[in-house]
């Protein structure tokens, strides 16, 4: 079974696309291409190393496909290249489908000069780069050289793009958690009993799953770059660990054991086929590792054996994901230290019973069901007679806003040296900056459609509300008086963010457009109203100003400075206008945004 399969849409999805010039027939045509582009770049799976996957669809202006590739493993040929070639000439004035923006690590822009230099003249890219220090360069390349750029989910907004969007999310879930998390992309797999269990009460658990799924099992293997067991299930099981699945990638075994009381003769300690490495407590049995280096089996000491520790190792030595094959006891400790990204359960349908037959995840201390972990993006799959349960622990992280650099900054305000800045962060209102933040308690007089004035009691109150105003309905407009009456900012946030999500279709559908509008307007009047509020803008002249929320990544700046931070450039942008330093004139409110605009 392939792990990332195309599904075939219906004609029912509706194609809403955004893009005004992104019709519905091309809607439809670039979310199929995109994933095809997606699934082509899964295509060196089991093969190679755990590498990023890249896949190229290039198809011509009437839509046939030319020309594909995908890139087989870290080194090689690049797929756009691959496709270039395959296309010859049939590429020129046609569009090529990434599943991923290109990478271009080493300046060398193969991809993109393929690109330009076949004639493409259309690119829809799935995603850009997860990494920071590449994001954003080839399409910025690819723009710059005369060639029409379309991300999903920035320039192409659709459920179908959004849909083709996933699946190049989840080709390379890899990566993007391993950027997010510092960590490398675990998978927790296990199999167990239609009545939970992963082994009888005397431990014996060969076999649980069919061989169908112990097949897919030696798949999963040869897509990661280590397989992880613990002591116990090395001392119970003996097992190999080994990638049986006909692929070429061998996983390199990883043991954890803090006693390293384990057998002096076991599978893994035959290095013939792969490789294994005993993680331990510093100190343990140095008799046993002497007699573990002996055998070839690399030894590695913690001075506290948890698995974080052990996963930000190994996120170093470069692993890009790993299969845990523990037992109950490792895999909820790695749960609890939140290590684990995906979940693969396989259940037989099967019943074995027994008091104390161990279950596939010990001990989470949780004693309520509101406490339990859902999966997210749960799929379900017969395989043979069992059914394979995956799902994400944690959701897919969104690494594509990223904070201005300073030099983008500078652009928006002259003030901000891209040389010598500081950074001003500011979140809550007690903070030292706090006054900064929406939820301020600054009332504000804003003119409506009429021209009459009203008060806000917040710039959070106005913004809120804004997403309702002016829909012919009579409850977006109950919901605008709702949060124009809400006690505090939070308040009207929660009432705003609840009705947007549970009724979108009362948000007024230029929304995503005039946001920063509506901000910059209500942000203006504050800080015009207010002397204080005006000098103390005024005074961070030169700073970088950050709204440091670790949440809202359009708004603020993330956790990890991954957030695009308009607030902060709003707050900037309007400090250069007070200083009278931009040329956007009063007159014309709305000018100075157009550099804002995402
Ligand atoms: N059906 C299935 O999918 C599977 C079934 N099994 C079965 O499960 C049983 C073994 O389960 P279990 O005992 O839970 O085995 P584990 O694989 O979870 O091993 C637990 C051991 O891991 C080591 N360890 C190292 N660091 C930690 C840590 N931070 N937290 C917890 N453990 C750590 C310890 O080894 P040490 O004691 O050496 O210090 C500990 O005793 C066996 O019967 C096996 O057949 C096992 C895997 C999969
Ligand atoms: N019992 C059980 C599994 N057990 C896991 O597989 C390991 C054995 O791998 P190997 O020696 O390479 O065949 C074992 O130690 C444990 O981690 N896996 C499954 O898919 N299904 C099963 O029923």
């Known amino acids: 079974m392939a792990l990332f399969s195309l599904k075939a849409y219906g004609p029912s999805l509706i ?17 199929a291409y995109i994933r095809r582009a997606a699934e082509i770049a899964d295509k060196s799976a089991g093969f190679t190393s755990p590498h990023p996957n890249f896949g190229c669809v290039l198809a011509t202006a009437s839509g046939n496909i030319v020309g594909e590739g995908f890139l087989y493993a870290q080194g090689t040929k690049p797929a756009e290249v691959q496709a270039v070639e395959a296309a010859s000439e049939h590429c020129y004035g046609g569009t090529a489908y990434l599943n991923m923006e290109p990478g271009d690590c080493h300046g060398d822009h193969t991809a993109v000069s393929a690109l330009v230099q076949g004639g493409v003249k259309r690119v829809v890219i799935g995603m850009r780069h997860p990494l920071s220090h590449l994001r954003g360069n080839a399409v910025r390349a690819l723009r710059s050289q005369g060639v029409q750029v379309y991300v999903l989910g920035e320039d192409l907004k659709s459920k179908l793009t959004e849909e083709a969007q996933k699946a190049c999310f989840h080709v390379n879930a890899p990566l993007i958690f391993r950027a997010a998390s510092q960590l490398p992309f675990s998978v927790l797999k296990f199999a167990m009993t239609l009545d939970g269990k992963i082994a009888t009460s005397s431990g014996h658990a060969a076999w649980i799953s069919s061989k169908q799924s112990r097949n897919l099992v030696f798949e999963l293997r040869g897509r990661s770059d280590a397989v992880i067991v613990g002591g116990n299930t090395v001392r119970r099981d003996n097992p190999r660990l080994t990638a049986r699945h006909g692929g070429e990638h061998m996983p390199v075994r990883i043991v954890l054991s803090q006693t390293l009381d384990l057998p002096e003769e076991a599978n893994l300690w035959d290095m013939s086929e792969v490789s294994t ?17 002996s055998k070839g089996v690399e030894v590695v000491e913690f001075d506290i054996l948890n698995p974080r520790d052990v996963m930000e190792y190994f996120h170093d030595r470069g692993y890009l994901s790993i299969l845990w094959e523990c037992g109950g006891t490792l895999a909820a400790s790695a749960i609890s230290s939140g290590v684990i990204h995906k979940v693969y359960a396989f259940v037989a349908p099967k019943i074995i019973g027994g008091k104390g037959a161990p279950s596939p995840v010990g001990e989470l201390g949780m004693v309520e069901m509101s406490q339990a972990l859902d999966l997210i993006d749960v799929c379900y799959n017969q395989i043979g007679p ?17 904070i201005p650099s300073v030099d983008e900054t500078f652009a928006i305000d002259p003030t901000v040296s891209p040389y010598e800045s500081s950074i001003i962060f500011f979140y809550k209102t007690w903070d030292p900056y706090g006054a900064f933040s929406n939820f301020s308690p600054h009332p504000i007089q804003m003119p409506d459609g009429n021209g009459d004035y009203a008060t806000w009691l917040s710039v959070e109150h106005y913004y809120q509300a804004h997403k309702f105003v002016g829909v012919n309905d009579p409850f977006a407009h109950k919901c605008v008086e709702r949060i124009k009456s809400a006690k505090s900012p939070e308040e009207a946030a929660r009432i705003g963010r609840l009705m947007q999500r549970q009724r979108p279709d009362l948000v007024r559908p230029d929304w995503d457009n005039m946001k920063i509008e509506v901000m910059y307007r209500a942000l203006k009047c504050k800080f015009s109203i207010y002397p204080h509020l005006n000098n103390m803008l005024i005074s961070t002249s030169g700073s970088v100003l950050v709204e440091a929320s670790p949440h809202d990544l359009f708004w603020g700046g993330g956790r990890d400075g991954e957030g695009l931070n308009y607030l902060g450039r709003l707050l900037m942008q309007l400090r250069s206008e007070f200083l009278g330093e931009s040329s956007s004139s009063d007159n014309d409110e709305s000018s100075g945004l157009t550099s804002l605009h995402p």
């Open 277 to 293: 490495i005993v993680v331990t407590q510093r100190g343990a049995r140095r008799s046993f590792q002497k007699l573990l280096t």
């Open 15 to 31: 194609c809403m696309a955004s893009f005004k010039n992104h019709n519905n027939g091309t809607c439809a045509l670039d979310s």
């Open 386 to 402: 069992d059914m394979l349960i995956s799902g994400f622990l944690q959701p897919i992280p969104d690494l594509t806003p990223v």
